[in-house]
């Protein structure tokens, strides 16, 4: 009996379950957010590559079984939706966006999905939002990376609607730009990219340490570039390349 009536709630409710739904994605820019010293010196570009397999779908309206009945799609795409996040972030402190940049940020999504997860009556709708970030310098240089794991939820959900994906999706995005822009060595980095990056000096060999960093610190990011290997995110010669970047600044 209960579960006729979890059918009934989420299937019969829904109304326009079978139709697929589109949806516009919009994120939120940090509250309380000021110009950084010198950040207008500095300009910056960003690239975002769409690594998942399904490129337009974001989610998918469910029966009260947890069979998807149709999907949900994004009216603009996910990686442009990613670089003006991050883009906007940049301009509100300051840093100048350019195609001529001192320094590059590349990144690259892997998941960005909504998940409707039917509950007795009500539901939640639950999103994932992993991200990549790499910076590399003017020389071309990687200097900084960082894996971003985000979540965003709509709880106490009756509908499994595109609506109720939406917020869900908006919560994950906000969470996991406002997480890379939180990490200070990752603003810290863009500050300074490298000292000599409006030098027109040979580039050494063996590049300068760009910043102080402790060998504890270090060990969790070969921890980290392991775990993005292992997962199947990073190639093996991706891993070698990040890896020997990491010991040769113990």
Same mark, same amino acid.
């Given at each position: ?48 590559? /769409? /690594? ?10 469910? *029966? ?50 909504? /998940? ?113 290997? *292992? ?16 010991? *040769?600044?113990?």
């Amino acid at each position: 009996m209960k579960k006729l009536l979890l059918v009934l709630v989420f299937g019969v409710l829904s109304g326009c379950a079978f139709m697929s739904d589109s949806i516009d994605l919009q994120y939120t820019q940090q509250a309380n957010v000021y110009k950084l010293k010198n950040a207008e010196n500095v300009r910056v570009s960003v690239e975002v590559k /769409d /690594d998942r397999i399904d490129k337009t779908k974001v989610s998918a309206k469910k *029966d009260g079984y947890g069979v998807e009945l149709a999907p949900i799609l994004a009216n603009q795409r996910v990686d442009v939706t990613i670089k003006n996040s991050i883009e906007t972030e940049l301009k509100s402190r300051g840093f100048q966006l350019s195609d001529d940049p001192f320094v590059r940020i590349k990144a690259s999504v892997s998941q960005f999905y909504n /998940d409707h997860k039917p509950g007795f009556l009500t539901g939640d709708a639950v999103s994932n939002f992993d991200l990549l970030v790499n910076v590399f310098d003017r020389p071309g240089n990687q200097i900084f990376t960082k894996l971003i794991k985000a979540q965003g939820t709509e709880p106490n959900i009756v509908l499994t609607s595109g609506e109720n994906a939406r917020l869900s999706l908006n919560n994950a995005l906000n969470n996991g730009i406002h997480e890379l822009f939180n990490d200070d060595g990752f603003v810290n980095i863009l500050l300074n990219p490298s000292k000599s990056s409006t030098s027109i000096s040979p580039v050494p060999d063996k590049p300068k340490k760009l910043i102080e960093v402790d060998s504890s610190d270090i060990s969790t990011q070969l921890k980290k570039l392991k775990e993005l290997k *292992d997962s199947g995110i990073l190639t093996n010669e991706e891993y070698e390349v990040r890896r020997k970047v990491l010991v *040769d600044k113990l």
